[in-house]
């Protein structure tokens, strides 16, 4: 049993999470709800976010403890570590426990006098062993409780650091409690080699209640990280009268000043819609594709039959299944439908969101293309009147709007699909100017291309590789709220929600107005999969590529950056990362091609069928928006990001 849970698991302290900058920030703070705390409870800032005399009059009265985070950077540089040197030394203004992490516990080394240095080889997301120290630090804690209580002599964390606490002149006045041990993993010419590794891994203040630890408690790597920060709570509890109270909450004007209370309904935990969509299905078995070609591309001939006349095609391709139990699935829909399908468009420096609807046309007709009609449905100002706090919170809002229920063994049923681009960082992270485009393209290419866009998809094929055969899904989303039935349930006298603030009616009016149109779709595509005879998909280059009339002649790439320039890009990433500045680069740059690019759906769907046939990638897409002649067409090994409808 845990040592934490013979004592008091009712008691609850108030705490302060110092925010230095890094994601796992949010990590501490699953980690402190799961051990029974309540948001009520929990107060994050970020080291720069007030002054320190904002923090010690009008914050720090209502905190039982601090908790300051990791981060990148040296502590000995103020804009990297910010008020935290403040905290660490307020005795006078602060008498509750400290607990360092990371970037937290090399701070509490130095602001006692401690050096900071360059680990041997820097250390990032490997799991190593720690040894606690045999005197386990319990004389002067409070309590006889020490931070180790409960933990094995010898156990497993994750590291993530650049920088270590120098044993040399070690501060009198701090106790080494636990050091790394065994050997961790780095490159030498090439190839991985074992690095011995005996660094300060947890230290504490002889006389106060400060302690540090540079491993991460909070990964779920870890092990007995929830068992450290229950101890660490229960050594705040034997801290003094003052903190054995617990369970109270922080006063509500304290907590508004919360990061979490800035961007509030990002924050939340979202229950599951009640007014969720409905999914109609539609299963064919792929028994027959390929046999008669011997051709194993059965998502790229599929996406061929159903979509290579579509003039707005979306297509998360899983080229190589195979290579990754990640990329079972393909997804294929159309930015356009019949009767309107939706596009939200995104602008960084404008804060301006614009919903455009896509409308076919001639689908009737084997004489004409698909032709397209283009309406701006509604424009939201998120800089000022659409009181939406940010994009994220605005995003959050219509994912709320549009949940639509699941299919057993389909991860997508329907929702909203797109890209974020680069420019977005500016919605994420204070340094980041408005604006800020990779590349150098002109102010008129800039200002076409969004910077986010997602179109709403209510009908799509859904390819299961995993499977054998595999199996096409088709599925529809019937609208919750649609006028269309509302209006019918208000003539046979039922009720129906209303769906009437000013510039979201349009959402409303999302998926299928009733079961019997989306059971009608589902059913005519379904057939036209169950009929389909495989054909062999052939060579793109059998006619000439986009803008190239000769198709012998290879279209000419030049990078943005040349080698020389590349290499010490990549040269440079890495001292940054010995320095402690960052723990991990993506280093990308721009290739831009001597001809005008693809014009049309087709010349898109042209290029990206090459690419896939030199490059099968198992997280591939094509995405094309036709009115702006912009698309996206990639071939991925890898993906940095999974949602699914109750995590990521």
Request: hydrophobic content about 40%; overall charge negative.
């Amino acid at each position: 049993m845990a040592v934490f849970d013979s004592f008091d698991t009712t008691y609850h302290p108030r705490t302060l999470l110092v925010d230095n900058y890094d994601s796992y920030t949010f990590n501490l703070l699953q980690l402190l709800l799961e051990l029974g705390q309540t948001d009520d409870q929990i107060l994050i800032i970020r080291n720069d976010q007030y002054t320190w005399e904002h923090v010690r009059d009008r914050i720090l009265p209502f905190i039982d403890n601090i908790i300051i985070s990791p981060g990148p950077g040296n502590p000995l540089c103020k804009s990297d570590f910010g008020i935290c040197h403040n905290l660490i030394r307020s005795s006078s203004s602060f008498e509750g426990p400290i607990l360092g992490v990371c970037l937290g516990h090399q701070g509490i080394a130095a602001a006692f006098g401690g050096h900071i240095r360059q680990c041997v080889v820097p250390v990032h997301g490997q799991i190593c062993t720690v040894r606690v120290e045999e005197k386990k630090e319990k004389p002067g804690c409070p309590g006889g409780i020490g931070l180790f209580d409960g933990v094995p002599p010898v156990f497993k964390v994750v590291r993530y650091h650049s920088l270590t606490v120098s044993e040399d002149e070690f501060p009198e006045s701090l106790e080494i409690l636990a050091r790394a041990t065994g050997s961790v993993k780095t490159l030498v010419n090439g190839q991985l080699a074992d690095v011995r590794s005996s660094e300060i891994m947890a230290l504490r203040h002889k006389h106060k209640n400060i302690f540090g630890v540079q491993f991460h408690p909070e990964s779920v790597c870890s092990e007995y990280g929830a068992q450290i920060m229950g101890n660490f709570h229960q050594i705040t509890r034997h801290s003094g009268p003052k903190y054995m109270r617990g369970t109270k909450s922080i006063p509500e004007n304290v907590l508004a000043m919360s990061l979490r209370a800035s961007d509030s309904c990002a924050w939340q935990r979202k229950a599951v819609s009640e007014r969720r969509m409905r999914v109609v299905q539609r299963s064919v078995t792929l028994a027959n594709c390929g046999n008669n070609n011997g051709s194993s591309d059965v998502g790229g001939a599929l996406f061929e039959h159903l979509y290579s006349a579509d003039p707005m095609p979306l297509w998360l391709d899983s080229a190589r299944p195979a290579d990754s139990a990640a990329a079972k699935l393909s997804v294929m829909a159309s930015a356009a439908t019949q009767d309107g399908g939706i596009t939200a468009r995104y602008s960084v420096a404008g804060r301006r969101v614009s919903i455009v609807k896509f409308t076919r046309e001639n689908d009737n007709t084997l004489l004409l293309l698909p032709q397209v009609r283009q309406e701006l449905v509604a424009e939201i100002d998120l800089a000022c009147g659409g009181g939406e706090g940010s994009f994220w919170t605005w995003m959050q809002r219509m994912v709320d709007c549009t949940q639509a229920g699941e299919v057993p063994g389909v991860g997508f049923v329907g929702g909203w699909l797109g890209y974020f681009g680069y420019e977005m960082k500016a919605e994420c992270m204070a340094a980041a100017e408005p604006g800020d485009r990779l590349g150098s393209g002109s102010g008129n290419e800039a200002a076409a291309m969004p910077d986010a866009q997602l179109s709403f998809v209510d009908r799509c094929v859904v390819v299961d590789h995993s499977v054998s055969p595999p199996v096409a899904h088709v599925l529809a989303l019937v609208a919750a709220n649609h006028p269309q039935t509302k209006h019918k349930q208000q003539q046979e006298g039922e009720e129906g929600e209303d769906e009437d603030e000013e510039g979201l009616q349009w959402i409303s009016e999302l998926g299928f107005a009733e079961p019997r149109l989306a059971a009608e779709w589902a059913d005519q595509q379904a057939a036209r999969i169950a009929t389909w005879t495989q054909t062999p998909v052939e060579d793109p280059l059998a006619t000439p590529c986009a803008g190239n009339s000769d198709k012998s002649t290879p279209v000419d790439l030049q990078a943005d950056l040349g080698r020389s320039v590349y290499l010490g890009a990549i040269a440079q990433a890495q001292e940054l990362i010995a320095q402690g500045e960052t723990y991990e680069v993506c280093l990308t740059t721009q290739f831009r091609a001597s001809t005008l690019g693809p014009q049309t759906s087709q010349q898109m769907q042209q290029l990206y069928r090459h690419m896939r046939l030199v490059n099968p990638a198992p997280f591939g897409a094509l995405l094309w928006y036709g009115d702006i002649s912009m698309g996206i067409a990639s071939c991925s090994p890898e993906r940095f990001l999974s949602v699914s409808s109750d995590r990521i």
